[in-house]
């Protein structure tokens, strides 16, 4: 029952009309007891910043932040966790006295879904495809858990090199090495786990992947699509085709809400709960029941 002490978080974004984390957050709270409640609110472009201080103003316990104001959210904030300011891009927004500390939730939270499907990154032979935005946290993640190497795969050779440089810096060592797209045939003999972090797969592109080519899948032993609708996509198809396991990045959403979750209330996520939660999440997005 929402009364005079219930309070209040959500998600700013633009669209937002979509988002999966009222599902995970109004789950929580209600198995926990909690009096919170969530939301999303539409922001029009340019007005992050009003929104920010509104936010405060009003007594928000947090805020998520997704496309496009992951950046530009950041000079409205009073501080950064570190690893946010490394990445630099913020969707977890948390009360403080002053004004909201940022945080970045989603590279811990694919972390946490890859421990939860028995994904172990350190010591991996990790392959990016792509050299955008999410790859370069990808490429952050991976220098922070101590792979053993660091392939990045994109159109535009320039990009991926300036990622590779960056996180070679970022690790004292020769970790991640560029490579052109078309150059997937010529990559060192090694079984990846390949990490597909571009919108191919997305609408329009559904049927699409990056890579077409059987045997550059038959090096894959392990797959992951960030993207998550389609819940099966041409990317993971492949890989289970040619012998890999593959996953989607529903649960990489779902933990790192339950990060958020838990940075907001100092309450720890059980894996029984955070099963409740994904299954409202596919529940809500018209797919069957899934645990964790």
Known sequence: MIDGYTRVCGVMGNPVEHTMSPAIHNTISKALGENLVYLPFHVPAGQVGEAV???FALNLLGMNVTVPYKSEVLPFLREMDSLAETIGAVNTLVRTEQG?????????????AMCADGVELAGENVLILGAGGVARAVAILCADKEVRQVM??????EKARQIADEVNGIAGRKLAEARALAEYDMLPQE???????????MFPKTEEAVIEDAAFYRRVHTGYDLIFNPADTRFMKLVRENGGRAFNGLKMLLYQGI?????????EIDPGLAAKAYGEMRRAMGMPFGGC
């Open 53 to 55: 201080k509104g936010a």
């Open 100 to 112: 909201f500390k940022g945080y970045n939730t989603d590279m811990p939270g694919l972390y946490r």
């Open 152 to 157: 990045i795969l994109n159109r535009t050779l």
């Open 191 to 201: 079984r990846y786990l390949a990490i597909q972090a571009t919108n191919v797969g």
């Open 259 to 267: 990060i958020a979750h838990e940075l907001w209330t100092g309450t």
